[in-house]
Nanobody, 121 residues
Framework: QVQLVESGGGLVQAGGSLRLSCVAS????????MGWYRQAPGKERELVTV???????TYADAVKGRFTISRDNGENTVYLQMNNLKPEDTAVYYC???????????????WGQGTQVTVSS
C-alpha cells in the first residue's frame, strides 16, 4: 500500500507565501516523478510542476518564477514553495507520484487527498 499525504495549505493574502509538503510512504521501490497539480472550482485538474529523478523541474507558465519545487529523494518527499501568491492560485493542490511498488515491475500513478490553498485579494 502506498500513501501520499500533503500538508501546508491554508489561507493567505495576495502577495504572500505558502509551502506545501507531500510525503510518500508504504511499499515503495522506485520513484520516477513527483509533482503537484491543482484544481480550481469548476475547472479541470491541471499540472503545476513536476520533477523527475535527476532532471530539472517543469513548471506551468502561470507559476514560473513564483513557485519552486524541491524533492528529498531519500525521504520520498516533495515540497512546493509558493511565493507572490495571486487569487487565481486558489485551488485544491494535489500531490502526485509516479512510482514502482516493491516487487512490482510497472510504475503506477498515485495521488494525495489534496490540500486547499485560498488566496484572498
Amino acid at each position: 500500500q502506498v500513501q501520499l499525504v500533503e500538508s501546508g495549505g491554508g489561507l493567505v493574502q495576495a502577495g504572500g507565501s505558502l509551502r506545501l509538503s507531500c510525503v510518500a510512504s508504504g511499499s515503495i521501490g522506485s520513484v520516477r516523478t513527483m509533482g503537484w497539480y491543482r484544481q480550481a472550482p469548476g475547472k479541470e485538474r491541471e499540472l503545476v510542476t513536476v520533477i523527475a529523478t535527476g532532471a530539472t523541474p517543469t513548471y506551468a507558465d502561470a507559476v514560473k518564477g513564483r513557485f519552486t519545487i524541491s524533492r528529498d529523494n531519500g525521504e520520498n518527499t516533495v515540497y512546493l514553495q509558493m511565493n507572490n501568491l495571486k487569487p487565481e492560485d486558489t485551488a485544491v493542490y494535489y500531490c502526485n507520484a509516479l512510482l514502482q511498488r516493491l516487487s512490482m515491475m510497472h510504475f503506477d500513478n498515485f495521488w494525495g487527498q489534496g490540500t486547499q490553498v485560498t488566496v484572498s485579494s
